[in-house]
């Protein structure tokens, strides 16, 4: 709840060639990524996926320690994971036995597999975020998913929701900050070791943040309406996409590459 | 409560590219029971500055001084300074959040763990101060009126008991009439019970009426300290800074270049309208 922590995958400005992308094409190849990730089932395949991961880190030209810093709260929950997977499979031949306690071979092999799977998609998704301004993410959204109007999908209306949704986080977080300052100049004590008084000092916090939350909604439509919004029919656009070589060059890399990852897989 | 900054920085998410420099080597001096405005154009760091004084920023680099407590730059309990500083924040009436006024004005003391008897007492001693009534107690925050509602979230502050009392724009969105009521609140707490005021204000007529010492920031750094007559004599720093003369002076300025014996620059309307007054009266009127 600190607005000054970066937190994962935060918009982080630069010129990289990644950063140029159009974001159609970078969430196409993301998507595949995640579903493909799923498919890399030994050593060879799982590295194809985890070179082209740290490439787009290098090539983002974020530092590593800024990335670091927001996935450290992950890698409790991938060590969480990947002791459940050794302790919990009872598979192939047994490595060790310790009291109750007993390590089969798969138990093993499955923890480093869904650990780094996890961890690659993590990173690799996160670099989508990294390196895209929300509002061209979700606008790159609404291009991908237009052809679904014709199903009377209010694709533009949701689109426009998730702007609004990602323009007001830092605001939030912004508000948040300040009344949290206000209440402890009060006396709140947000620090506090016990679960109950920690509980209980959330109340001064959350009752002014609706307030003023449900004030800013009210105010925000009325701007709206002010500027002549009627829903998405018939809007034009300042801010355009427009695909380029490196766009096309990156998703026809993407056939050799994920046809790469199936030659490499185990069957 | 005595309060002595030095060679004070303060950055804003330092080792990122977001990092800013807030604050840059800020030295500052201000004497108890003195009523100091602190003024600045916006970005100039006034707002980072005043949250040091009780602790809810911590420098960067270098110390702060309040009453007998350090504050630097590593973690300590600040908790007891908190009730010492009472800090008021722009848009106070945000942070209102119980079901009445009055529960609402009892939160900080209740925080500090005061016996019930004495909550009572500072609860009622805060209403009165800031001149809330009765009936005002029982109800919802949110029905009362933007001024009663800063009235509120004051005494709220107020309840507290602190030696020094911080104010970030206390007028700010006020009409005439809250404004004047709030600034002779400030005032008489000063005179009445001796208390520390700081105040941040944008505008040069209420520090001149007000303060006894000025502090002019920009990008930062402290341009200039003094009594207010020091430091509107120095009207090249001012605009420096991006501030003008007050109203008055600005008038009184005009006059001059017309008139064939200067009038003083004085920094009130009604410091003008006596020196006005006097020299009709000796010379009569033309």
Known sequence: MNASQLSIGQYYPGRSWLHRLDPRSKLIFVFFYVVFIFFANNAASLCWMGAAAIGGLLASRIPVSIVYRGLKPIFWLLALLALMHIFLTQEGPVLLR????????????????????????????????????????????????????????????????????????????????????????????????????RIRSLLPLLVPLFVSSFQRAEELAMAMEARGYRGEEGRTRYRRLSMGTADWLLLLGAIPFYAGLFLLRTW | MEIVVQSLTHIYQPGTIFARTALKDVNLNIPSGSFTAIVGHTGSGKSTLVQHFNGLLRPTEGTLRVGTVEITPRKSDLRALRQMVGMVFQYPEHQLFEETVEKDIAFGPKQLGW??????????????????????????????????????????????????????????????????????????????????????????????????????????????????????????????????????????????????????????????????VARLAREGMR
């Open chain 2, 115 to 276: 016996p019930d008897e004495l909550v009572r007492q500072s609860v009622a001693e805060a209403v009165r101060m800031v001149g809330l009534k009765k009936e005002h107690l029982s109800r919802s925050p949110y029905a009362l009126s933007g001024g009663e509602r800063r009235r509120a979230a004051l005494a709220g502050v107020l309840a507290m008991r602190p030696k020094v009392l911080i104010l970030d724009e206390p007028t700010a969105g006020l009409d005439p009439r809250g404004r004047r009521e709030i600034l002779a609140l400030l005032e008489r707490l000063h005179r009445e019970e001796g208390m520390t005021i700081i105040m941040v204000t944008h505008s040069m007529e209420d520090a001149a009426r007000y303060a006894q010492q000025l502090v002019v920031m920009k990008d930062g750094q402290v341009l200039l300290t003094g009594t207010p007559q020091e430091v509107f004599a120095r009207e090249d720093v001012l605009n420096a800074a991006g501030l003008a003369l007050p109203e008055p002076a600005r008038f009184v300025k005009a006059l001059n270049s017309r008139l064939e014996r200067p009038l003083p620059l004085l920094m009130t309307v009604e410091a003008l309208e006596r020196e006005i």
């Open chain 1, 98 to 197: 310790w009291g109750w306690f007993t390590v089969y071979e798969e138990g093993v092999r499955q923890a480093v597999l869904v650990t780094f799977r996890l961890f690659f998609l993590i990173l690799f998704s996160s670099l989508l975020t990294y390196t895209t301004r929300p509002m061209d993410l979700t606008f790159g959204l609404e291009k991908l998913f237009s052809p679904l109007k014709r199903f009377r999908v209010p694709v533009g209306e949701l689109s426009l929701m998730m702007s609004i949704a990602l323009r007001f986080i830092p605001t939030l977080l912004e508000e948040t900050d300040k009344i949290k300052k206000a209440q402890m100049a009060r006396g709140a004590d947000f620090e506090s070791r016990n679960l109950a008084s």
